[in-house]
């Protein structure tokens, strides 16, 4: 609690923020309430809906004492997990995505991202990935796909996180890639499915409205290396670093290639501490002109990376950023190497923890962008528990990593359920010690 508190101190405003719910039930359970009720299904990892009844029992235990006194509420009875699915169709995925901006905006105030930025920006990974599969239709917006002889039916969603030191990412955007309603109806040549570039196009208006002022580097694989994103990176303000690939932009590949010939002075040398030597060349000023004759100037880097005992790894990124000896190390490093991270700390973790990316926890498509919400905002808290040193400091005296000593992060859940259910936080938990105030550090080792 002491982690969550230092980080958003302001959580019961923000939560009164959220949109209004009118509850047919006859005890109104407060928006902020249910919200954060939401929110716990997935940071205690419950698996389903059903399991907050069970696991969150208010007779005989001190479920509704913690939770009264962390969100300033009154509760004599607590809700059931129809009341919570009922507000998840009343409230709008909007005020899960403010609550998540504010979130975000006190991780930046605190200058979280400093560490990781990318020649003075904040690193912003982009990705897709499924959500949910269907065997058969389930609505008007699913995107079809045949495979072999079957047809799924499927919700995927495009993510936009902030990159931060030691593994953390911290979503910032969601857009759900599905169909037009009536799409199918379409002419033949207008019936075009969404996908994860198309996305963008609504993504990155929403990102600059909740981040005008930000300095931000965007970062992704080598699909975005085309004109469309080159274009809405410029239309944005964002500097960006895409994966560079023969096989996207074979064109400008081979100009690469040829003029690193042409330059065999540019080149940066690094010996890693495990033997590990990594060699960097780039160009600048490449002319490249896409598909619909928009003409841009670009520049590209590589890295031939040679573990001892193995075989040289080339990787190569595009960028608009300025490369030289003093800033072409930071922009692979920084700009380059993150992009797995979304994939390993992000999706991996969301899919195979007791969050269940992947579950149905709801099958109306309005109120899954809910669910989808509330189970980023736990992430994001579950992330910060984990890095944040408290608990870093604790277990590293028992000599073990925070999941070295609790196994996974299914088991840090239970153990917070367990803290929720028996025991009556202190008073402490909720006041900062008098005199000097609590520093909660993140790792950026
Ligand atoms: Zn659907």
Redesign the pocket.
């Known amino acids: 609690m002491q982690t969550l508190r230092h980080f958003f101190p302001q959580w019961g405003t923000w939560l009164d923020q959220l949109p209004d719910s009118r509850d047919q039930d006859a005890i109104v359970y407060p928006r902020r309430f249910l919200t954060c009720w939401g929110i716990l299904l997935y940071v205690l990892q419950l698996g389903s809906r059903r399991q907050l009844d069970y696991q969150l029992r208010a007779e005989g235990t001190q479920v509704l004492t913690n939770l009264n006194r962390l969100l300033g509420t009154r509760l004599a009875t607590r809700p059931v997990h129809d009341t919570l699915d009922h507000f998840a169709g009343h409230t709008t995925a909007a005020g899960g995505e403010r609550l998540r901006t504010q979130l975000n905006q006190r991780l930046l105030r605190m200058k979280v991202f400093e560490p990781t930025r990318v020649l003075g920006h904040v690193p912003l990974i982009t990705d897709g990935t499924g959500h949910?599969a269907?065997g058969q239709?389930?609505?008007?917006?699913?995107l079809k796909q045949r495979q072999g002889k079957k047809t799924l039916?499927?919700?995927q969603v495009l993510e936009a996180k902030f990159v931060g030191p030691a593994g953390l990412v911290s979503s910032v955007g969601s857009a759900f890639i599905?169909n037009e309603p009536g799409w199918e109806q379409l002419p033949a040549d207008e019936r075009k499915q969404q996908c994860e570039l198309k996305a963008m196009d609504a993504l990155a208006p929403a990102l600059k409205r909740d981040y005008p002022q930000l300095k931000i580097c965007w970062l992704g694989d080598a699909l975005w290396a085309c004109g469309r994103a080159f274009a809405i990176a410029r239309a944005h303000g964002w500097a960006f670093v895409f994966t560079f690939k023969g096989g996207r932009l074979p064109g400008l590949w081979r100009e690469f290639q040829a003029l690193l010939r042409l330059v065999p002075e540019q080149v940066v040398t690094v010996d890693l501490p495990d033997g590990t030597r990594q060699e960097y060349r780039w160009v600048n000023r490449l002319d490249y002109e896409d598909s619909e004759q928009r003409r841009w100037t670009l520049n590209a880097l590589q890295c031939r990376e040679t573990p001892p005992g193995e075989g040289p790894k080339l990787f190569a990124w595009v960028t608009g950023l300025p490369l030289s000896r003093q800033t072409v190390v930071e922009v692979a490093t920084r700009g380059g190497r993150p992009r797995w991270r979304i994939e390993n700390e992000g999706f991996n973790r969301q899919k195979n923890s007791g969050m269940r990316l992947e579950h149905v926890y709801s099958t109306d498509?309005d109120k899954l962008r809910v669910y989808y919400l509330w189970l980023q905002i736990a992430h994001l808290l579950l992330l910060l528990v984990e890095k944040g040193s408290l608990l870093r400091r604790l277990t590293a005296a028992w000599g073990q990593t925070v999941l070295g000593w609790f196994g996974s992060w299914e088991n840090v859940g239970q153990r917070l359920l367990e803290s929720l259910r028996n025991w009556a936080w202190p008073e402490e938990s909720f006041t900062p010690p008098a005199g000097k105030a609590t520093r909660i550090g993140l790792d950026s080792s």
């Open positions: 949910l269907f239709r389930h609505c008007d917006r699913c039916y499927l919700h599905e498509p």
